[in-house]
């Protein structure tokens, strides 16, 4: 159980947890429904009416279909979910079917999934706490606490249908329960441990590291058992309950779907499994089956079939590669350094000193010559980090390694505890006293430090409030804030289509701002929840315009078209234009004279636009 609220840092900690759902139902009440997201709701929806898990099978289904029950209780319409090729994302169909048949109901429909998707967040915060609190006492606690619930990207995430803190949390979870059975092993702890492995696995399939990530954590609590207070030593053979049990557990949240189909059977259009070279972006290639007339054809597949399906899909995104966008530069496909870079300028700074401080004590502190309290959230981290640095098919999303965080700060809470009795493989609780503030009694923290890390624990949230409600376009002042962070990150990182609510209300309030051009980055036309707006030109052209900063940066990506050069997208011209002013931080508002339309197309070399002909 957390520990009671009677210390002055479980208080602090209670205030921080309430601030933190406060913001994200602000969030939730004020953003749209971003590009992924609306993905997620039309084919959770489709789920439940069908009990077919083929849409948006890249993902498992059990983020989305929590979240989308009020959908289901509802009755919200939505078309018959339709077949198509190997490799055809039925998601993206169901996702404009939900918005066309529900368009007065679907910003309300979206705010009640996205607060039913905050059980992911309670869990999260649960374990977070409870785990920290055993580590470092509630000081450590509070630390990790306020790291989560102050950084924009963890309150942009939790407030959207996405598997991201769904997957956070679950890894947490899983990782908790285990270091739990490593410090008290047996056949009832290793049952707990299946179960939570099961329920992570069906967030995000990431969690296969927790296969290899296991038994080395067990092999070092063996070879180290010498050291610990505790004569039981973890066995090997649990595993033989472990990972059948988590196998189980993910069957079952398919709904044992097509098990057992032979593999032969299926067919794919990744190189990897379908043997054929992966086309052109935009381009299926024609479906294969390497393993067809092998003496692997007829072997029964112990998975679910969409589950195997959907590792086919993502792993045909990788190797074709995407256009990719980093610092002003566009890339046909990614960066080994993406995601550190991505979170060195959208973590707030404060944040990345004490993860950064966090991490360094918690490998130089002379605690014990096995560390194993430590490396059992610490190897989550860095194998989660350097598994999704490893595919530089694309990068667009930091918020792949968004479930590294919630482990970046424990690390972070190790700072409470700069002491700990050498010598231990596994510190035994201590008392806690008023006196030592709930530390271990060997450990000392001055006063002075003390003082550091609570003044940058309030410029945490300081810098979160600056920049509220506009959380998912957060920067830091390493990249010039938000205002320029599309200078280094587009796409989640900035521009998912979230701001489109403040578009609406901005254009209330302009109404000489009529008519106005829009090119929205999302699947959703803003005409279909009730915005009288047009299209953007493809050349300079006088008049009102609204425009995602992704194409503003030169993505071509839902332009149609992706023919032509990297970076030089059919919108990218308006970055020779001011805007006049800015709906959040991701849709630029431009007023276009005549002048200065002609004086761009004379840039651009084409002829001047005349106002008499009423177009160019």
């Not at 309300?108 to 869990?123: A, G, H, P």
């Not at 009529?514 to 299209?535: A, C, F």
Request: aromatic residues 14%; contains cysteine; neutral net charge.
């Amino acid at each position: 159980m957390l520990h009671p609220p009677k210390h002055p840092a479980d208080r602090i900690a209670l205030v921080v947890i309430v601030i933190h759902f406060a913001l994200v139902l602000w969030w939730i009440c004020t953003s749209f429904a971003v590009v992924d997201e609306v993905g997620h709701l039309g084919s959770g929806l489709a789920t439940w009416q069908t009990g077919d898990t083929r849409p948006y099978c890249v993902n498992p289904p059990l983020p989305r279909m929590i979240a989308t029950i009020p959908l289901w209780i509802a009755d919200a319409k939505i078309s018959s979910l339709t077949n198509g090729p190997p490799g055809f994302r039925s998601e993206w169909p169901l996702a404009k079917s939900l918005v066309l048949n529900n368009p007065d109901d679907y910003v309300y429909y979206t705010r009640l999934c996205r607060i039913v998707n905050l059980v992911w967040s309670v869990l999260l915060l649960y374990v977070l706490a409870r785990w920290s609190f055993e580590l470092y006492g509630p000081w450590g606690r509070l630390i990790s606490l306020t790291l989560w619930c102050f950084e924009p990207t963890c309150i942009a995430y939790s407030g959207v249908v996405v598997p991201d803190v769904a997957s956070a949390a679950a890894g947490l979870l899983a990782s908790y329960v285990f270091w739990k059975y490593l410090r008290e092993p047996s056949w009832t702890m290793a049952w707990f441990c299946g179960l939570a492995l099961g329920l992570a696995l069906l967030t995000k399939s990431t969690w296969l590291l927790l296969f290899a990530i296991w038994p080395t954590l067990m092999l070092i609590a063996r070879l180290n058992a010498g050291t610990t207070t505790n004569n039981e030593r973890p066995l090997f053979r649990h595993f033989l309950l472990i990972f059948p049990l988590g196998w189980l557990v993910l069957c079952a949240g398919f709904g044992f779907s097509k098990m057992g189909q032979p593999l032969g059977e299926f067919a794919f259009i990744s190189k990897s499994l379908s043997g054929i070279p992966s086309g052109e972006p935009g381009i299926t290639p024609e479906p294969d089956n390497r393993f067809r007339g092998t003496a692997l054809e007829r072997l029964p597949i112990p998975l679910p079939a969409d589950m195997l399906v959907g590792v086919d899909v993502q792993k045909y995104d990788f190797e074709r590669g995407l256009h990719s966008y980093l610092n002003g530069e566009w890339r046909a496909r990614g960066w080994w350094y993406y995601y550190l870079y991505a979170m060195a300028i959208k973590l707030p700074i404060p944040t990345l000193l004490l993860v950064l401080a966090g991490l360094f004590w918690c490998l130089y502190s002379p605690r014990s010559p096995d560390r194993l309290d430590e490396w059992c959230f610490l190897l989550p981290a860095i194998a989660t980090i350097a598994f999704v640095s490893s595919q530089t098919g694309f990068n667009h999303h930091m918020r792949y390694v968004l479930p590294a965080f919630p482990f970046l700060f424990l690390a972070a809470g190790r700072l409470a505890c700069l002491k700990c009795r050498v010598g231990e493989g596994f510190a035994e609780p201590t008392s806690r006293s008023e006196e030592d503030g709930g530390l271990r009694k060997a450990s000392t923290h001055p006063t002075g430090l003390r003082f550091v890390v609570g003044a940058l624990l309030i410029w945490c949230g300081t810098a979160t409030f600056s920049y509220a409600p506009y959380f998912m376009s957060y920067f830091n002042p390493l990249a010039g804030g938000p205002d320029n962070g599309w200078k280094h990150l587009v796409d989640s990182n900035i521009d998912w289509g979230q701001d489109l609510l403040h578009l609406q209300r901005w254009m209330s309030k302009h109404p000489e701002a009529t008519p106005i051009g829009v090119q929205y980055y999302n699947l959703v036309d803003p005409q279909h929840v009730g915005m009288n707006v047009g299209k953007a030109p493809t050349q300079p052209t006088p008049g009102y315009f609204a425009l995602d900063v992704n194409f503003v940066a030169g993505s071509r990506i839902r332009v149609g078209s992706r023919d032509g050069p990297l970076g030089v997208g059919p919108f990218a011209y308006f970055q020779h234009f001011t805007p006049i002013d800015k709906a959040g931080y991701s849709i630029f508002i431009y007023h276009i004279t005549e002048e200065e339309a002609n004086r761009v197309r004379a840039i651009m070399g084409l002829p001047p636009w005349f106002p008499a002909e009423g177009k160019p």
